[in-house]
């Protein structure tokens, strides 16, 4: 079984930063790609950023140049340092890895439970 837990959100204000953690627990063998979705109340669930198991990233076009996403393979966790906030960035975060629990089994996907981002303007 594995769990993940993320970490760091709350209120901030326009121009304010969030540094949002991610950490993975339970029987884990290797961890692929992580990323981080974020869903705002009425809208459809949107990739913010992923980075591979070597350490290549992309991002939406939204949130390039502010954000940074990295990983700490050692710690299986992702971390989402967010800049410049915007009030249009409010919403629940989300992580997504890409985990495989043994040798022999292919990677799955598990979300974390989500933590809610608020950017007063």
């Known amino acids: 079984q594995v769990r993940l837990v993320e970490s760091g959100g709350g209120l901030v204000q326009a121009g304010g930063s969030l540094r949002l953690s991610c950490s993975a627990t339970?029987?884990?063998?290797?961890?692929?790609?992580m990323a981080w979705y974020r869903q705002a109340p009425g809208k459809q669930r949107e990739l913010v950023a992923t980075?591979?198991?070597?350490?290549?990233?992309n991002y939406a076009d939204s949130v390039k140049g502010r954000f940074t996403i990295s990983r700490d393979i050692v710690k299986n966790a992702v971390y989402l340092q967010m800049n410049s906030l915007e009030p249009g960035d409010t919403a629940v975060y989300l992580c997504?890895?890409?985990?495989?629990?043994?040798?022999?089994?292919?990677?799955?996907?598990?979300w974390g439970q989500g933590t809610q981002v608020t950017v007063s303007s």
């Open positions: 339970g029987s884990i063998f290797s961890i692929n790609n």
């Open positions: 997504l890895c890409s985990v495989r629990t043994g040798i022999l089994l292919r990677f799955q996907d598990y």
């Open positions: 980075i591979s198991s070597v350490g290549s990233t």
